[in-house]
């Protein structure tokens, strides 16, 4: 089976960068996700990468993926208050849906 | 744009009680999901279909039905509820199941008491 792993919790100031952290262990895993939620309300889909590739940047977003070590990571550059989310990392293995992480809450302090 | 609605956005239903969440979306995607989210938890799927008419068991099925007899709707019914399915529900759709993006509708909140 497959299971993916996330820190809970990550605090920064504003204007730093935020590095969100998420381990897989499906190695036949082609797609990987990451989904933003706010209070109340349901996923967003941040970006994703696809597993032939190593790295993908997307404005304040770069995302970089370890296959040897099954790890991927979200960072997100200038960290605004409006970035206070919870971010869910997720892996598609072709089995028809998606498997979530248990999410990161990222709380930005002014 | 609509995309996936669900409705009710919150319900309180008494032990044992009945009801159905309705999830439509307007997108013509084939795949349509349901999953669970408990408290600081990742998100469960519990069914999901790939076309009208068919419907498959994701990971947490028990205590939970659903119908596909349209390409928009998937309804989620729960027939006895448990204290155990208090969560919120998250309906989702997506125009194929691999590396295709999925769209999420806003959550029903669901309480059992």
């Known amino acids: 089976g497959e299971d993916v792993e996330q820190s809970l919790f990550l605090s920064v100031r504003e204007g730093d960068s935020s590095v969100i952290n998420c381990t897989y262990t499906d190695s036949s895993s082609t797609y990987l996700y990451w989904y933003k939620q706010e209070p109340g309300a349901g996923l967003q889909l941040l970006t994703y990468i696809f597993s032939n590739m190593d790295m993908k940047q997307d404005q304040r977003l770069t995302v970089l993926l370890n296959k040897k070590d099954k790890h991927l990571s979200l960072r997100i550059a200038d960290t605004q208050t409006g970035d206070s989310a919870i971010y869910f990392c997720?892996?598609?293995?072709?089995?028809?849906?998606?498997?979530f992480g248990s999410g990161t809450r990222l709380q930005v302090q002014p | 744009n609509a995309g996936v609605t669900q409705t009710p956005k919150f319900r309180i239903l008494k032990i044992g009680q009945s009801m159905t969440l309705q999830c439509t979306q307007d997108?013509?995607?084939?795949?349509m999901y349901w999953y669970r989210q408990d408290p600081g938890m990742g998100l469960k799927l519990i069914y999901y279909s790939v076309g009208a008419g068919i419907t498959d068991k994701g990971e947490v099925p028990n205590g939970y039905n659903v119908s596909r007899s349209t390409t928009e709707d998937f309804p989620l019914r729960l027939e006895l509820a448990a204290p155990s399915q208090t969560s919120v529900y998250f309906c989702a759709s997506s125009s194929e199941g691999l590396g295709n993006t999925i769209y999420f509708g806003e959550g029903s909140w669901l309480t059992v008491v």
């Open positions: 997720a892996e598609d293995t072709g089995r028809r849906a998606l498997t």
């Open positions: 997108m013509n995607h084939n795949y």
